[in-house]
Every structure is written in C-alpha cells, then in structure tokens.
C-alpha cells in the first residue's frame, strides 16, 4: 500500500513585478499514517508554501512535481476534488485560530456546517457533533462553550477549537503551520500533548510546520530542514539531533537553548539573513551564511545548486561538503 503523503519534486513559483520568486523549488518527502513529520526552517523557507500547495490553497501560484495523498494526485486536481479532500481526507491548522475560524459563527456553528458539508444530516445531528469533538480536544464544558465565539476562547481553547475543526471530518492528514507559535509555553506543551494524543487515537499523519526545532524535538518521527526554497537535511529525528550533517542545520542547533545553560547564558543565532528568492545565493543557498564556507571558501559551495543525497543510513544532506558515511 502507499503512503499516506508522498510528495515528490515539489516545486512552486510565483510572478511579481520583481521578476520570479521561486518559493520552493523541488522537494521530496513522505508521511506515514500515524507519524509526524516535521518540517522545520526560517520564514521564507518555503516550509508554508510547500503545505499550502499540497492542500491546494497556493493562490496564483504555478504548482509542479507530485504530491499523492493515499494515492490521490493533489497538484493539478480540479478545485471541486480538493475542496472534497480538505476536511475529509486533509486538514490544516494554522498558527492563528482566528484567520481559520469565522468571528461572527459560534464555534459549534462553524464545526457543525463544516461536518454536513461533507456529511450531510441535519444541523441539530451536526451540533452534536460539533459538541462531541469539542470535549475530544479537550475544552470544558463543550455543550456550553459550542454556543460561544471564537473572541470569546482564550487563545489556547481557541488553538483547540481549531484542532477540533480540523478534526470533525475524521481526516487521516493533519497539516500544522506554527500551530502553538503564539502561545506561552506551558498552553504550547498542552496543544502539542493533544495533537499526539489524538494522533495515537486515529492513526493520523501529521505535517508540523515550525521554525522551532523544540517543537520538533517534542513531535516529530522524521524531519525535513528546509533553506531558501530547498530540503537541506533529511533525517529520523533521533538522527537529526544526536548527528546533524548540515552547517544549517547544526547552527539552527546551536541556537536552541539548553536545558544545562545558566540562566541569561547567550543565545547564539546564526548570523545574517534567509537569502532573498527573487535573487538567491549562486550554488548552495546558505554559503554567505556557512560557518563552513567561511572559514575555508570551496567552488563546490557555488557551483550548481545542491541536492539532497544521502549521506548515512536514512540521511540525507545536502551540503556538498558533507561525506558519505554509510
Ligand atoms: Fe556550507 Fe558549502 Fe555545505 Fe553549503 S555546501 S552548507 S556553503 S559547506
Ligand atoms: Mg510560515
């Protein structure tokens, strides 16, 4: 049998009047029912625009490669097909709870027209649903609270709210972009402990989109870094944080915060910014940004762009520097 995502040369750009951004630009990855990927890079990385592609929301976008979910080919489907899968077979949640849920809806309203849509049944059916999944995600008092809206969530129960959106349609993918960025970090545990809680329950893929590798240390079976449009690494998690191959990567490593460190100890970041995509980098994307590069510059660094290969056991990178292991 397939997997559940595969995606395979993923590319997208878009037309501006600066010329062709190249957001992403042929990536590969899959996603097995029941396991997190995550997919971790800066804004600008192409980490959103890959998902939203997949889900079919890149607005104005050209789209190419292949993204199949359970076998079903997304890129280039017909709108009415994707607007069929979205809820029922894949579903996103987003950093902000309030760009996805309507202000002027309750929120059992909102997930109880998002069931019959793709459902059908009566609304009072529907509403108990919505109730149903309400309590699944955790919220108290979910026959009470399915009669509110959503300014009246604190921004937690409002993340909740979202996942239980997502959820109501009994999807097997879930789609993550910075789903707990902009809350503090003990409501941020709790989203996270419900995504795997519900994840062991229903079997579900789950794609994390972050730029927070504690995010990914907390959820991820595999992880794909993404720099500048492109896959840098590709690893198990265990992998990727015991034995980090790529100069980005262990830099985005360096600047976690250690459980070990003094209190007030630096954060050491990596210097200078994500390349521009109207004009990137020649060769590998990172080299004005490589520590690396830096201190012993290579022609390989800015020759053809380069791809991802593997490198050890289930590892990809690709720094062309990097030496096979395995
Ligand atoms: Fe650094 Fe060169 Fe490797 Fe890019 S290819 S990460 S510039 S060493
Ligand atoms: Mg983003």
Not at 196 to 203: I, W
Not at 217 to 242: I, K, P
Not at 264 to 283: M, N, R
Request: include cysteine.
């Amino acid at each position: 049998s397939h997997p559940l995502l595969e995606v395979r040369d993923l590319a997208v750009e878009f037309k501006t009047e600066e010329g062709t951004v190249r957001a992403v630009k042929g990536v590969d990855f899959t996603v097995e029912r029941g396991k997190t990927l995550g997919i971790v890079g800066e804004s600008g990385s192409g980490k959103s625009v890959t998902s939203l592609a997949v889900m079919g929301l890149h607005r104005g976008a050209k789209v190419t490669g292949s993204a199949k979910l359970d076998g079903t080919e997304l890129i280039g489907a017909p709108d009415d097909e994707l607007r069929k899968l979205r809820g029922r077979k894949m579903a996103m949640v987003f950093q902000d709870a309030l760009t996805a849920l309507h202000p002027y809806f309750t929120v059992g309203d909102q997930i109880a027209e998002a069931y019959r849509a793709h459902f059908g049944g009566t609304r009072k059916a529907a509403l108990a649903r919505a109730v149903d999944v309400l309590g699944d995600v955790g919220i108290p008092e979910p026959a009470r609270r399915a009669d509110e809206y959503p300014h009246q969530f604190s921004g937690g129960m409002r993340q909740r709210a979202m996942i239980a959106l997502a959820l109501s349609c009994e999807p097997d993918l879930i789609i993550a972009d910075e789903p707990t960025t902009a809350l503090d970090v003990t409501v941020q545990a709790q989203v996270l402990e419900l995504l795997m809680r519900l994840q062991q329950e229903r079997g579900l893929g789950i794609v994390m989109i972050t730029h927070d590798l504690g995010v990914i240390a907390r959820v991820a079976d595999d992880v794909l870094v993404m720099y500048g449009g492109s896959a840098a690494e590709q690893a198990h998690a265990d992998t990727l944080f015991t034995t980090p191959r790529h100069p980005y990567t262990r830099g985005l490593l360096d600047s976690l915060p250690r459980l070990d460190a003094e209190e007030g100890a630096e954060l050491v970041s990596i210097p200078g910014s994500p390349p521009s995509l109207l004009a990137p980098p020649a060769g590998c994307a990172f080299h004005p940004r490589c520590a690396v590069y830096a201190a012993k510059p290579d022609a390989r660094c800015t020759g053809d762009r380069p791809l991802l290969r593997l490198v050890a056991d289930g590892h990809r990178s690709a720094c062309v520097l990097d030496e096979v292991t395995a």
